[in-house]
Nanobody, 122 residues
Framework: QVQLVESGGGLVQAGGSLRLSCTAS????????MGWIRHVPGKEREFVAG????????YYGDSAKGRFTISRDSAKNTVYLLLSSLKPEDTAVYYC???????????????WGQGTQVTVSS
């Protein structure tokens, strides 16, 4: 079992930045790839970014490429998502996710956090 707790969401103006954090707990956190998925009510959820178990391989959804950066501090069991050059369309609830497989992380991760709201004003 893995528990995920996000923090760092909030209100920011377009063009600004935010850093989201996700701290994982559980006996075998190091066995999981971790990432972020966002969701806007009424729309399909969207994969944002992921990082492998070692923290060496990162991958991004199309909307995140070039603007968002994911990183992992294995010693702290924490994953970060730096959101830069934010746009109003980035407004969503951002969920931290974890899974043992990278492919599942993108489409149907096993573990989810409670989500943190990011709101970008124009």
């Amino acid at each position: 079992q893995v528990q995920l707790v996000e923090s760092g969401g909030g209100l920011v103006q377009a063009g600004g930045s935010l850093r989201l954090s996700c701290t994982a707990s559980g006996r075998t956190v190091g066995n999981y790839s971790m990432g972020w998925i966002r969701h806007v009510p009424g729309k399909e959820r969207e994969f944002v970014a992921g990082v492998d178990r070692a923290g060496t391989v990162t991958y991004y959804g199309d909307s995140a490429k070039g603007r968002f950066t994911i990183s992992r501090d294995s010693a702290k069991n924490t994953v970060y998502l730096l959101l830069s050059s934010l746009k109003p369309e980035d407004t969503a609830v951002y969920y931290c996710v974890a899974d043992t497989f990278d492919s599942a992380l993108v489409f149907n991760p096993e573990y989810w956090g409670q989500g943190t709201q990011v709101t970008v004003s124009s």
